[in-house]
């Protein structure tokens, strides 16, 4: 019942995305009927597409869960583009530059080092938070441009191989490669594995009671002794990590190296998961997967009904709207009134 | 009619009111006289603030009518009341801080010379001459978050009484006062009495309400209980009347016996938010079996000092000693489980995470001890166990532990917090305005505790701005003013009056 309920919001929102990109299909001439079908069939019918959506929706899952961590810690993590990017970037250089390892050491290490890629970029906005009291938004917005910069002049200059006209990373090696079985990648099962222990480490642990205190209300938290400091800098860090495990994954069990550019979007779309999971960690696995969905079939819709594929991308920016409309209104009032905002309390609920 | 009954000014009949399952106002009935002043009395929750609501067109009545003068008007919003002569000070101030006195106070009603420009000169003279006519000087052309909190409710008042308000409504007015403005304040709505203003005066200090009211209205869980004339009634009937049971208003308590020093500070100088000095070379010490009061008008320091305290504000200089323990520079984790427990003033804010659970809250300062925790895990088990108990013991009204904490009533909150920190191994307990807000039942409750804490050997410094709590309970007094202690002596040796001119001015 209970799980019903917080579910409502977001199926609501879902379901008005849907019919009011029906009536946008509807005008544009083609069939709302024909194109749904066609967004079914090509994500979830055959296991071969079947396994493209889990592939999509790893980066995803894990740009959700570290949104949604950041939520619960009362932060805005706009920073997940430039942590996942930065994990992809030395997932991909410790895949090629380590050589001679066994895989059950060598693809770890490279996803581990990519998460702390994504950690330690993350930990900066943490620290200046805690230290100078700068606005997480402003800085992870920040950030982002100088991950990506930072990111093409390491490729361009360091790590691309002699010869090679594309800016890149070169092939990781095989040892470091995170294989698919059958159809399943086991990339999304590292990440359905990270979402439950985000699960249990935020409902079971004693840190991550303080991380849901420290969001919920940092005064009461630090005047029951919670250091409110050393909690926004791990919440940040650890939001880091999740979104460095998306972009190692990536690199290492889909691209096989790193490209800049290959991941546009990525970490923004974690927003959107996040706010429809109602920042539950078990819930980023589905509405990830649902988002998966319309990325894998734009192609088959437009083939099979006609339809733009950029369809996809509105309904998804609907989905966003209707969710977060409710939120964005009370936010709004509440911030009027002069009340203290604490992004966790009101998103956190769930 | 009852011919001797002076006209009515204001009434309400029959009122009903209800938000979802919570029934606030239930058949309701007031009356106020001309040039009557009427005290609602009831405790928090009682319904009073929602009826006054209803009659300022604040809130619609579900059922029921509003009469002004004895004719039904429809009050669908504040402009309708203000037509109809009712103003209303609320309890948090409806002022524009960065306005001038005369702008708050014509705003809405702005007067305007020839062609729509702003007159403000004449509208400052208004208000000057409005002033000096009933006491409430202010000068018109200052800027209102300049003004202490006692001349910004002068300037509500005013600004009612630009409008020629017949009704006047205030919501628990004498809240952030001192005992001498309280007492100017009760000056002055007697003389607007006698200028025929009616009063709607809503408190739950019994003794204002005795002191001034001619008409007294007590509610309790949305209903009228009882209206009567305050000269026949006391103290005692009036709580018994809003609570539904005997209260003890004075709790009664042996002499203390003080044992060692516990807690010790020594010129201690503390900036407050804004940087500038709050405490000048404060010292002070509380020993093991006394209740040590500070008495001031808020913002002298008080909560600057027990965040120094408490670790939770850095300290310029001086020392904080906890027996032969230097705290200063220590986290605020470290002095809490020093054993000091903490009734923050500012229980919503400081003292819950209101969306966790009772039981979240209840272990809010022990939640990573063991029984409560292993290697960091939480024990579920452990934790419910010590909330069943504590609900139980310290008599907290939740349907469940598992409720979130943001729905429990004021008192019940509180009790939440005292529970909490109570249980908490201490030697040293610092409770900031441990009652305000509260029902009279739970003052009576936690004052209970503090002395219980008090003959049980604990340290107690009890800062609270409720002259009268600070009299009953605490063993010595010290008075607080601008971050200096002006006074200290044993509770018997002041008088309130005494007290109350220290609290204003730092010297008696």
């Known amino acids: 019942m209970k799980i019903l309920r917080s579910a409502l919001v977001p199926i609501i929102a879902v379901v008005l995305a849907l019919l009011a990109g029906a009536l946008l299909i509807q005008l544009s001439g083609s069939s709302p009927l024909e194109a749904y079908s066609a967004l079914f069939e090509g994500s979830f019918v055959g296991w071969e597409r079947f396994g493209t959506t889990l592939e999509k929706a790893t980066p995803l899952i894990m740009g959700g869960l570290a949104v949604a961590f950041a939520f619960k810690g009362g932060l805005f993590n706009i920073g997940g583009q430039g942590q996942l990017l930065f994990g992809a970037l030395i997932a991909g250089a410790a895949g090629y530059g380590f050589t001679g390892l066994p895989w059950i050491i060598h693809m770890p290490l490279a996803l581990l080092l990519g998460a702390a890629a994504g950690a330690a970029w993350g930990a900066i906005p943490g620290v200046l938070k805690a230290t100078r009291g700068a606005h997480e938004v402003i800085t992870t917005i920040m950030l982002n441009f100088v991950a990506a910069n930072a990111a093409e002049w390491l490729c361009t200059k360091v790590w691309r191989k002699p010869g090679d006209i594309l800016v890149r990373t070169p092939m990781i090696e095989g040892s470091a490669e995170i294989p698919t079985f059958g159809n399943i990648p086991l990339g999304f099962l590292i990440a359905v594995a990270f979402a439950l222990g985000v699960w249990y480490l935020l409902q079971k642990t004693t840190f991550g009671f303080e991380v849901r205190s420290v969001g919920l209300n940092p005064s009461a938290a630090s005047y029951a002794g919670i250091s409110t400091k050393r909690i926004v800098i791990l919440t940040m860090a650890i939001s880091g990590f999740l979104a460095g495990i998306g972009g190692s994954i990536e690199t290492l069990g889909v691209l096989g190296r790193y490209e800049p550019g290959f991941n546009a979007g990525l970490g923004f779309d974690g927003i959107t998961i996040a706010l429809l999971a109602r920042t539950n960690p078990i819930a980023v696995i589905p509405s990830a997967v649902l988002i998966a969905s319309m990325d894998a079939s734009a192609s088959l819709m437009q083939f099979k009904a006609g339809v733009a594929p950029e369809i996809t991308d509105v309904i998804e920016a609907l989905i966003l709207l209707f969710v977060a409309t409710p939120i964005i209104v009370r936010w709004f009032f509440k911030s009027r009134q002069g009340e203290e905002i604490s992004f966790g309390a009101n998103w956190g609920s769930s | ?508």
Do not use: W
């Open chain 2, 1 to 508: 009619m009852n011919n001797q009954q002076a006209p009515l000014a204001l009434e309400a009949v029959g009122i009903c009111k209800s938000f979802g399952p919570l029934v606030a106002n239930d058949t309701v009935n007031l009356q106020v006289e001309k040039g009557q002043i009427h005290a609602l009395l009831g405790e928090n929750g009682a319904g009073k603030s929602t009826l006054v609501n209803i009659l300022f067109g604040l809130y619609k009545a579900d059922e029921g009518e509003v009469r002004v003068a004895g004719k039904k008007v429809e009050m669908n919003s504040p402009h309708d009341a203000i037509e109809h002569k009712i103003g209303m000070v609320h309890q948090h101030f409806q002022l524009v801080p960065v306005l001038t006195v005369t702008e708050n106070i014509v705003l809405g009603d702005e007067p305007t010379k020839k062609g729509g420009v702003l007159d403000f000169e004449k509208a400052a003279q208004e208000v000057e001459e409005l002033g000096k006519r009933y006491g409430l000087e202010v000068d018109p052309r200052a800027v209102v978050e300049d003004l202490p909190i006692g001349y910004q409710q002068r300037v509500e008042i005013l600004r009612s009484l630009y409008r020629q308000a017949d009704v006047l409504i205030l919501d628990e007015p004498t809240a952030v006062l001192t005992p001498q403005e309280t007492d100017h304040l009760l000056e002055v709505l007697r003389s607007l009495t006698a200028e025929g203003v009616s009063i709607i005066f809503i408190t739950h200090k019994l003794r204002e309400v005795l002191a001034i009211a001619d008409k007294v209205t007590v509610m309790r869980r949305g209903e009228v209980v009882g209206a009567t004339d305050p000269k026949e009634t006391n103290e005692e009937g009036l709580a018994e009347m809003m609570v539904g049971r005997s209260v003890v208003l004075r709790i009664a308590k042996s002499q203390a016996t003080p044992g060692n020093t516990v807690l010790s500070i020594k010129e201690l100088n503390v900036l407050d938010d804004r940087n500038q000095s709050a405490l000048k070379d404060f010292s002070l010490d509380v020993k093991e079996g006394e209740i040590f009061g500070i008495a001031g008008v808020e913002g002298n320091g008080q909560r600057e000092l027990v965040e120094a305290i408490t670790g939770l504000r850095p300290i310029v200089s001086g020392s904080i000693l906890m027996g032969e323990k230097e705290m200063s520079g220590c986290s605020a984790r470290e002095i809490s489980e020093e054993g000091i427990s903490h009734i923050p003033e500012n229980r919503e804010k400081h003292g819950l995470v209101g969306p966790h659970s009772v039981a979240d809250n209840l272990v809010l300062n022990r939640y990573f001890h063991s029984p409560f925790a292993a290697r960091g895990i939480r024990q579920t088990e452990a934790i419910n166990e010590e909330a069943s108990h504590l609900v139980e013991k310290f008599d907290v009204r939740t349907a469940s532990i598992h409720n979130p904490a943001r729905t429990l009533s004021g008192g019940n909150k509180q009790k939440v917090i005292a529970a909490r920190e109570l249980s908490h191994d201490s030697s040293l307990l610092l409770a900031a305005q441990p009652t305000r807000g509260i029902d009279v039942g739970s003052i009576e409750f936690i004052h209970q505790q503090l002395v219980n804490e008090r003959d049980a050997g604990v340290a107690v410094l009890l800062v609270s701005a409720e002259l009268d709590e600070i009299l009953s309970l605490s063993d010595r007094v010290g008075v607080i003013y601008q971050g200096k202690l002006v006074a200290i002596a044993p509770t018997d040796e002041f008088t309130r009056i005494q007290i109350g001119q220290l609290m204003t001015s730092g010297n008696s």
